[in-house]
């Protein structure tokens, strides 16, 4: 089964990040320039949470005070869901349905080392199915039959 770690060799690993107390405005400058629907909030070092388009649209609207200088960690999701590179893309898909979250920070000894979205994990398990059945195409291409 493929893995997180395979995602990330394929798509690479940078990752974006902005700190809780970035204005929101900031946050989604950053987000617009780089074509992204999520920053990991990191602080110190440490993965504290995610701020996504959804977290935007869901928790800006009702708030009294919410203005584009909100700091991020008033709308961030936190705590956040991490994997490893060990996590399976089942267990990710898994995870994303269970918690109806789009991104997954990678962390491995506390670092944070890539980030996994909805689209990388559809894309791993397609290549996995195919790789899948090229392998069982050739197993039954190669039997004989007993001819």
């Known amino acids: 089964m493929f893995s997180v770690e395979d995602i990330l060799k394929t798509k690479g690993s940078d990752v974006y990040t902005t700190t809780s107390n970035t204005p929101m405005q900031d946050a989604l400058a950053e987000m617009a320039k780089r074509n992204l629907g999520a920053l990991v909030v990191a602080d110190s070092g440490k993965v504290v949470g995610i701020f996504s388009e959804r977290d935007l649209a869901r928790r800006i609207i009702g708030k009294d005070a919410c203005s584009l200088e909100t700091k991020v960690k008033d709308i961030m ?5 991490t994997v490893t590179i060990t996590t399976s893309i089942k267990e990710c898909m898994n995870l994303m349905t269970e918690k109806h979250i ?5 962390v491995e000894d506390g670092k944070l080392i890539g980030v996994v979205s909805i689209g990388d994990v559809v894309k791993g398990q397609m290549a996995y199915q195919e790789q899948l059945i090229d392998k069982l195409q050739d197993f039954i291409g190669g039997m004989d039959y007993g001819r």
Not at 77 to 81: A, K, M
């Open 77 to 81: 999701t936190s705590p956040v869901t």
């Open 102 to 106: 789009r991104h997954l920070p990678v």
